[in-house]
């Protein structure tokens, strides 16, 4: 059975490589499901919603944490009690397997906090 994504871990990019395209794109995309999207095949997003402020608040700082970690760091943008979650790898202009690794840490990390 393959490792699931988020038993993975990011590693390093150094750029110079071509952003995920094709099967190899939607593979991933269905793999980590949860209501990410790829976005014009660019970046993963996904908005998340809480019942307070303070929950996002919360959220948005465990996001922090597991990013920092993976050395990996998405866009966040919170707003009440929404937080959407915007996923690229930056040195290479569009989704790497990194994006997927993150957002499925994120997925786990928030069915078992939150």
Known sequence: MAEKLADRQCVPCAGGVEPLKGEALEQ?????????????????EKE???????????FVNEVAAIADEQEHHPDIYLSYAKVLVTLWTHKIGGLSENDFILAAKIGQSIRSAF
């Open 28 to 44: 991933l995309e269905r793999e980590l499901g949860e209501g990410w999207r790829v976005v014009d095949g660019h970046h993963l």
């Open 48 to 58: 998340f919603n809480f019942n307070t402020y303070l929950e996002g608040v919360n």
